[in-house]
């Protein structure tokens, strides 16, 4: 079956460095892959859509690879700021999922001052 | 408004007891999808309305659940019956299209808890 997986363990940087999140999947070949951010007590926000054909995507300080072969996304964060302090959720999809995703359980990222 | 907005923001209910949520969708957005979302978990899916008609329902998880979206914009998530393991927060968003490349808008969600 179909699994998604990110990095379980909370990440913890000191402001300033480049923070890297991790998404793998298995058993799935996503034609897009976004990447959402969630605040506690609040619904997830979109930050990222990356196709299947775009090796990378940038956007202000964040970065997204997409790796088809090594089935898995890296999602990087550079000059991290303490207001990056959040979970982040990765979401492939596929073209005949209809419009549902399927999330990983998310990494929570802490930034230090 | 400006976003998804969802009612009420936390539930209490009694083990047995019915309850109602609401979603309040982004006006236009064509799609509509709830989801549950355990603590420490991603959200998981439930159900997806496009318009008034409900295009998939594998997500929820017995017959106790039941949505609707009866005039193509507000929706309301039931269940029935609520058991403790219930308890979670319950998401709706909503987007523009059904689009497989849509970014879906998310509300604050719902936490229900059943004692």
């Known amino acids: 079956s179909q699994k998604i997986e990110q990095n379980s363990e909370a990440l913890n940087i000191q402001e300033g460095k480049t923070a890297t999140l991790t998404c793998n999947y298995t058993?799935?070949?996503?034609?897009?892959l976004q990447w959402y951010r969630q605040d506690p007590g609040r619904g997830p926000v979109f930050l990222l859509l990356i196709r299947e054909n775009e090796k990378e995507k940038r956007k202000e300080r964040l970065k997204v690879t997409f790796d088809t072969t090594l089935k898995q996304s890296l999602f990087h964060i550079t000059a991290s700021q303490p207001a990056d302090s959040a979970t982040y959720l990765c979401?492939?999809?596929?073209?005949?999922?209809?419009?549902?995703?399927?999330f990983g359980q998310g990494t929570e990222l802490s930034v230090k001052p | 408004g400006a976003g998804v907005s969802q009612s009420p923001r936390y539930k209490v209910a009694k083990r047995g007891q019915d309850v109602a949520l609401r979603c309040d969708p982004i006006?236009?957005?064509?799609?509509l999808f709830w989801y549950q979302q355990a603590l420490g978990q991603g959200p998981e899916f439930l159900t997806y309305?496009?318009?008034?008609?409900?295009?998939?329902k594998s997500g929820l998880p017995s017959d106790r659940f039941f949505a609707e979206r009866p005039e193509g914009s507000v929706s309301t998530l039931k269940i029935q019956r609520t058991q403790q393991e219930d308890s979670a927060v319950y998401l709706c968003?909503?987007?523009?299209?059904?689009?497989?490349?849509?970014?879906?808008?998310f509300g604050p969600g719902t936490r229900l808890t059943v004692l």
């Open positions: 979401a492939p999809r596929k073209y005949n999922q209809g419009g549902k995703l399927i």
């Open positions: 006006s236009g957005h064509v799609s």
């Open positions: 968003a909503s987007s523009l299209t059904g689009f497989t490349s849509n970014e879906q808008f």
């Open positions: 058993n799935y070949s996503p034609a897009y």
């Open positions: 309305f496009q318009n008034e008609a409900q295009l998939d």
